[in-house]
């Protein structure tokens, strides 16, 4: 399989708990985007690298998260001390840079937090 | 922010039914996408439209992309059970470092009961 993968499917953990997902892009691509898709709504834009550097973070990216990718590969998203309204589908997009931007999507982490 | 309308909400189908839904945004995109999620699964994609009127069709699958850049629609003839599911939109703006899609709340498509 040569799609975007994330892991794991699913976590749940107790509030004030960090937690850490990973995702692994398309191979040849060098853009990568995290999204979160809270229940009934579409997915809403977190971060983005291109290779390994940070080009944009949005607003709903608090300071308890943080995002790296350290070699332009995969990607981690962690979460520091969990709150429940942190409970989401966190999703992992990635793309290759040209004259349009296609972005394709993995299967997504569901996060509990209890 | 930018904000997409995608309507309807929800809808019901029978197999056999053609199926319009459409999105709309107050501000111009360059590129409108559409996917289809299923429960617990990732958005995949159908079909992705590049050009200001650009009609392009994918199997019983058809988009547009509007020709003001603001709106796009998405038609599926003669439905099949499998196409049971959340359908989005996607519009993204292209230029310096941005590149997110900003998505519709969905259309999710039910079989009559």
């Known amino acids: 399989d040569t799609g975007v993968s994330q892991d794991p499917r699913h976590k749940i953990t107790k509030r004030g708990q960090n937690v850490t997902f990973r995702c692994d892009p398309i191979s040849e691509h060098n853009r990568l985007y995290w999204y979160r898709q809270t229940l009934g709504q579409g997915p809403e834009f977190l971060t983005y690298f291109q290779n390994e550097a940070q080009l944009e973070k949005s607003r709903l990216l608090s300071d308890r998260f943080s995002a790296e990718r350290p070699k332009g590969s995969f990607s981690t998203l962690e979460i520091q001390r969990t709150e429940q309204g942190d409970s989401a589908m966190y999703l992992c997009?990635?793309?290759?840079?040209?004259?349009?931007?296609?972005?394709?999507f993995g299967p997504g982490t569901r996060l509990t937090v209890l | 922010g930018q904000q997409l309308n995608q309507s309807p909400q929800s809808m019901f189908i029978q197999e056999g039914e053609d199926v319009s839904m459409n999105c709309t945004s107050s501000s111009i995109f360059n590129t409108w996408l559409w996917y289809k999620q299923d429960p617990g699964e990732g958005p995949v994609l159908l079909i992705a439209l590049y050009k200001a009127g650009e009609l392009t069709s994918n199997g019983r699958l058809t988009a547009q992309f509007g020709i003001t850049r603001k709106d796009s629609f998405l038609n599926i003839s003669a439905s099949i059970p499998s196409d049971v599911g959340i359908y989005f939109c996607?519009?993204?703006?292209?230029?310096?470092?941005?590149?997110?899609?900003?998505f519709g709340k969905g259309t999710k498509l039910s079989v009559k009961p």
């Open positions: 997009a990635s793309s290759l840079t040209g004259v349009v931007d296609t972005q394709y």
């Open positions: 996607a519009g993204q703006t292209l230029g310096g470092s941005q590149g997110n899609l900003i």
